[in-house]
């Protein structure tokens, strides 16, 4: 049986979940996203998980961009069903050991993709070497408008989920 690369991502998002106090379990697989229910103790929510695995550098830093159609969209931001959704996306190296994932709330994706102007959703994620934060773009993002800053540390983001999500 082969491994696919995308499965070592999808199966590190799990890892770092379960090692976490989540019970994750799918609800959708894709080739390109999954979406996992989870629970704890603090709440019940959807995860939506993309992956990249080829980051563009820039000088410090590498870039990793993420597409939506307009179908996943519909299934996560416009979705009125009241489910609440954290995104998940696993910014991939060809060194799976140096790989990361960055934990987005609704909120922030929707802050960096909703534009009424664009027919083109995509997001960025740049990570700086050693820096501890993280600067997000997406195509509602304008020269004049600031980019997202979040904490690189996913432990952080998930011991905040909490308060980031009610």
Request: glycine share 4%.
């Amino acid at each position: 049986m082969n491994i696919s690369k995308v499965d070592f991502y999808f199966g590190a998002l799990l890892s770092q979940l379960v090692n976490r106090g989540f019970s994750p379990v799918m609800k959708e697989s894709g080739h390109d996203r999954r979406i996992y229910a989870l629970e704890n103790e603090t709440g019940s929510y959807l995860i939506y998980a993309k992956y990249s695995f080829t980051p563009r550098p820039k000088r410090d830093s590498k870039i990793w961009t993420f597409s939506f159609y307009d179908s996943e969209l519909e299934k996560t931001l416009r979705q009125q069903n009241g489910s609440r959704y954290l995104f998940a996306f696993i910014c991939g190296e060809e060194d799976l050991a140096n790989s990361e994932i960055i934990l987005l709330t609704e909120s922030e994706v929707t802050e960096c993709i909703s534009s009424p102007l664009s027919t083109s959703k995509w997001l960025t994620i740049e990570m700086a070497d050693r820096k501890r934060s993280l600067i997000i773009r997406g195509n509602a993002h304008t020269k004049r408008t600031q980019s997202l800053r979040i904490p690189r540390s996913t432990d952080q983001r998930l011991e905040d989920l909490p308060t980031l999500l009610f």
